[in-house]
């Protein structure tokens, strides 16, 4: 009796250990989530509109010294106040708007700076460029890319937002189609919706690099 009791716990002993084992090794066998993104196949919505509102920050506050020297020299009048205070509001608007976006959310994806011959003061994007990536929080994104001569050489138009693999709860992805045989100034056009509905246009500056 006490050795088929002996043998039962030792059945058990080693079923609990295969299964332990089996499990160790399957955990180990677990398909680690490749991110499909590097720094030369996409570009960050955010960057392009922090772009565009750093040039509209700029200009609005030439026009703010320009008010404000009118007024401190004495020659301005009630519009001249009028018109300081209107710059001031869309200042601040500009500058709210430039803080709610969020940085690059891609973790281990950083973009490098652009290399020559990229201009300094626009968006650069690599020939090979795939993706628009851009928060989670928006419902509808369209970018088109033209050329000098206004002819288009890039669009999202065929293609649709998806959320990228492994951050689902912060940042989606759309395919851009890109004329794989022009390299050099562009300007980009961005039409968005958020998901309460808000539309959001702007232009900007870039550069495609080979």
Known sequence: MKLNRLFYLLAIMLCFSYATSCSEDNDDNLPVQQAFLNESN???EGDMQRQYLNVQIADVQIEIDSLQAIIDNGQGSAETEADLEEALLTKSLLTEQLERIRPRPIGGVPLP???PPCPTTGTCMPINLDYIVCDIDVATLNVYIYNN????????????????PGFEAETQFQNIDLNPDYTGDVFIVVNKTDIEGIETSYQINGYIRP
């Open 113 to 115: 700076p652009p290399p």
């Open 149 to 164: 001569q206004e002819i288009l050489v890039g669009s999202t138009e065929n293609s649709e937002l998806q959320p990228v």
């Open 42 to 44: 996409y570009s960050y």
